[in-house]
Each structure stands twice: as C-alpha cells, then as structure tokens.
C-alpha cells in the first residue's frame, strides 16, 4: 500500500479469486494511507478466469450474491458475466471466443482488459471504406 501512495495513485483494486476474505484488512489498510479501496471478485473456473468484477456503489453486495450462487451451485459460472448494475466487468482477452458472436457488443460496464506483456499480439484490423 506505501508504494501506492509512493506512485500518488487515488485508488486501488483487490480482486480475490472466488472470494472476498481480504477486502475488510486491504480496505482499512488503504484508507489509512489515503487510498480509495477498489473491491473486486475474480470468478475463475479451476485457474480458468472466466471474467472480473470490480464493485462500484451497492455492487459489492451484487457481486457477493452471484459468487454466493456460484459456490452453492444455484447458478454455473459462465464465460460472460451476469446483468450486473453496480459493477464493471473485464473479460480476459484470451477468453473472447468463448462469448459468442465476432461482433461482440459490450454493455456501458463492460470491458476488455489484457496484460500488458501481451498487447503486441493484438491483431491488427485493416479498416474498409463501406
């Protein structure tokens, strides 16, 4: 958390695997060095991350009651991720194929992220006039 506040970054996420055990102690931790705890889940299948939900607002809850599902088996852990209102997603790239359709549309809480040690294999799209 000192390298956070180091770097003068205003916030930062804790996205615990299939749980949520560090968010109390990593929420303290960053309010006592002036840092806006991010809360989040990363629902993996096995070590297969499946999609990341970072809480905003009341999402914290909303995120818990999916995982809560997923746990007690009400609900399968899918590739796209649930309606969620007060969350963002971050699908994996990696995982795009396994949303479905090529022209793929994104809700307004919805995102693509990808490791930066990866960004040089993006495809390149050649652009058509219609």
Known sequence: MSLAKEQSLSSI?????????????????????????????DFREGIDCRFIGLAKNKGFAELNSYLTDIINKRKQLTYQAPDFYSAFIIYPFSKLSHLGDSKLLLKNNEFIGIHASRIKTLPIFKMVEV
């Open 13 to 41: 996420a804790l996205t615990d695997i299939n749980n949520t055990s560090g968010c109390i102690d990593f929420s303290r931790l960053a309010e006592q060095y002036g840092v806006q705890p991010v809360i989040g889940i």
